[in-house]
């Protein structure tokens, strides 16, 4: 009956506080949204707690030469707002070589075009990181491109391993036509 009465409060609750169109998963006793920043978890057949997280913070990158760091390609969105898009412009990632690289994600996303002959570069120049397009390997110390970038093309980067040592950067295109553009 215990139970029956905290499957009905569940129901009531998450029908009163998430909107309807939200999918939820059960993972290891824990209530997760899928495509969401709000999580609910339930640590006791009685209490129920919610909270909610930023995904991602914006960084704002202007210069045509750029190299990011580990701390801003956590869980960021970097844009080329206030880039003269005159020049050619490039973002070199920091080596992913180690545990320290798990997790570490950012996206690219342009709000200034270039003038018309300028390109945006995701660099690994300097590094044994490999760096993957859309599942196929470019090279270590190689980078991918966009030609005369528009507003609204991006790209989504992830640092994982494929051999449990070695960390490699792979990077998703979203939108925009992004190429190897080898070393």
């Not at 998430?18 to 006791?44: A, Y």
């Not at 129920?48 to 969105?77: G, M, P, R, W």
Request: charged residues 20%.
């Amino acid at each position: 009956m215990k139970r029956l009465f905290f499957l009905i409060f569940l129901g009531a609750f998450l029908l009163a506080f998430v909107p309807s169109h939200q999918k939820w998963k059960l993972v290891n006793g824990v209530l997760q949204p899928i495509d969401s920043v709000t999580s609910v978890e339930i640590t006791d057949p009685v209490t129920i707690s919610a909270a909610t997280t930023t995904k991602f913070s914006q960084i704002e990158k202007s210069a045509d030469a750029v190299t990011l760091t580990v701390a801003e390609c956590s869980d960021t969105i970097i844009t080329n707002r206030g880039w003269a898009g005159t020049s050619d412009q490039t973002f070199t990632l920091p080596e992913a070589d180690d545990s320290t690289s798990q997790g570490l994600r950012f996206k690219f996303l342009a709000v200034k075009a270039s003038g018309g002959t300028a390109d945006t570069y995701i660099d690994t120049e300097g590094t044994t990181t490999n760096i993957y397009l859309d599942g196929v390997a470019v090279g270590d110390g190689e980078r991918v491109y966009t030609a005369e970038i528009a507003i609204g093309e991006s790209i989504e980067c992830h640092a994982a391993t494929t051999d449990g040592s070695a960390y490699d950067w792979f990077c998703d295109s979203i939108n925009g036509t992004w190429l190897d553009a080898g070393s």
